[in-house]
């Protein structure tokens, strides 16, 4: 029987293969076998199946027929043995064969999967249905197959139009937890379906969505990963389809994952609660810039309980409590400064580093100071002007209380304020990636920002690594704007740091070069790391630079060159300035108009052959190949 199989799929085969069509009737023999008692017969008669299926192409009546006879195995109740089970031999067909039969003719076949648990139970069979289902629903999957973007468009929409088939009978089927991995499939396959379904079906995917967070009062570790898994797929898919309606319901039906009772899930439920952060800041960064603040207020006001209690888990939260969920609940934290900004999570939960002493109990809790390390982590896309405004007075206050308690000889207090004051300015780079108020912020009053981070630069040597990667953030998100909104700023936020050059950029030489002084006898690994942050941020900026102004301030950094490695200073140049004036020189070369490069040629040739100091030479060498290239 199984040589006669063969035969037959053979037979047809060849008259696809000679542009001609078999008899449409010629699967209903094979189907008839596929529920034989015999194993080898059953899989002979898959296997011509599925060979005939994949060879039938646009024969509409040979699909059809197989669709009719698949549903009807899904359909068919049966107490055999796993194998034998019709139901078990059309999930295995389907995954062999679903690509070939167009999403639309497939929706009968999904209701039927829906129906399966109703005639099994938590059958394996059940569990291997919706494993297919999740598989074939998967967007990623789709979009990787398709040949261009009109067939992904038609194919995302027969894919929604199957989701929205298949979803109903998925919330209707009902739960129970004897088996973990049938629930697990389950949650994957309604996953799939609902961030297929298209932004106008909100009102359906929130019901969907709300079955899988049913699942987090559950306290089996697999289950309760699936159901993470399942909602972040669900979220992440709102958030690149901007689904903004959707993601608004849904902070509210999150909640209830943070009661009291739900404790044990908080390792899955928080990173959840952060995946649905997430999806709004990548929405977010995709507005125009005049809707992203009127969008931020909107949403957060939505998003406000939830972050609240958020801020609450945390400050009632003790350190056995932490090493569980720490980790994670941080997390989500920073996930809604992502999302909404420091400004507004801030309103929720201040800051109070100065209204507690730090000699009190449990003052990292009721200071927040916990929120400093989160914020740091976290700040992108925001206001610059919400850190002059309210952490530079922060700052300020720090370095005064550390200056009295000084005074008073309490070197361990001081230390701490000091720490403090050091975290705080560890923030303004995050404020510098992707400010939306960079010009505003920058020249605000003649300047005075900029020139205070320049003070900071020349008199704060613990302080600079953090202005030097918020210069370097500045600039590269204006060279490189990573998304809508600073793409939008780009021109202004290059005008500004323009405007900004001629002040600033030879006072970061200034100091870059003081730097090599002051760092002597200092950890070479803690110097170093200092002077490469330096360099990045300078040559970042070099390339925002008017070219001339580069030109005149390399014929500069080359006259304080040649006077420091020919002993010719004027007493603040001297030998040790040369690696930094060479370093400087060297990150300025590769943005040099070309009738700058015959300077560089004339200047640092002859350094290669007659140096004594192997500094200078190193340097030479550095420019030289800097110039060839």
Partial sequence: MALALLCLSAAAEAAYASSSRPNRKV?????????????????????????????????????DFAVQHLTQMLSTRSDK????????????????????????????????????????GQHPCCTAAFEFAAEHLSQEEWDEEMMDAAEAQSGRAGRAALAAKFLPGMVAVPLSMLNVAYVSAFARATAAATAALPKEAAPQKLTATKKLLSLFSEQDPGLLRAAKEACEAIFSAAGESKEDTFLQELPEALRPLLRFEAKGSWVYALPTVGALFDAMASLRSELGLDAVQQWTAASFQQSRPLVAELVEARDKSRGGELNVYGKELQEAIGSAVKAFGPQQVLSTAPLELLQHSLTERGYEQKSRSW???????????????????????????????????????????????????????????????????????LLAQGGQFAKQLVAVLQNEPALRDHVWAAIKHLCDATREPPSRLSQALQESNKACLQTLSARVMPEMFNVFVKMQTEMEGQDASRSGFSRHQALLAVESYVQLADPAFVGS?????????????????????????????????????????????????????????????????????????????
């Avoid at 059953?42 to 005939?52: D, N, T, W």
């Avoid at 206001?383 to 308690?405: G, R």
């Avoid at 001081?414 to 939306?436: A, D, H, I, S």
């Fill in 371 to 441: 929120m400093m390390l989160v914020l740091k982590d976290s700040i992108q896309q925001t206001s610059l002007q919400f850190f002059i405004s309210y952490f530079i007075p922060l700052a300020s206050s720090l370095k005064a209380k550390a200056a009295e308690v000084a005074r008073a000889d309490a070197q361990v207090l001081e230390k701490k304020y000091l720490t403090l004051l050091e975290q705080v300015w560890g923030l303004l780079p995050g404020f510098c990636n992707e400010p939306l108020d960079m010009q505003s912020s």
């Fill in 81 to 120: 043995k796993a194998e034998e089970i019709p139901a078990q031999r059309a999930v295995s067909m389907l995954r062999a064969v679903s690509k070939v039969i167009p999403d639309e003719q497939l929706g009968d076949i999904f209701v039927a999967l829906t129906r399966l648990p109703a005639l099994l």
């Fill in 553 to 629: 301030v390399f014929k500069s950094l080359v006259a304080k060159w040649l006077k420091a490695t020919t002993g010719q200073g004027d007493g603040n140049l001297g030998p040790g300035d040369v690696p930094a004036l060479g370093d400087l020189a060297t990150a300025l070369i590769p943005h040099l108009q070309g009738e700058h490069l015959e300077l560089v040629l004339r200047v640092f040739s002859p350094t290669l052959k007659g140096a004594e100091d192997p500094a200078a030479q190193k340097a030479a060498y550095r420019a030289v190949a800097g110039a060839r290239r």
């Fill in 27 to 63: 699967l209903k023999p094979i189907f008839g076998f596929l529920q034989d008692p015999r194993g080898g017969v059953r899989r002979q008669a898959e296997l011509s199946a599925v060979s005939i299926l994949r060879k039938s192409g646009s024969d509409q009546q040979t699909l």
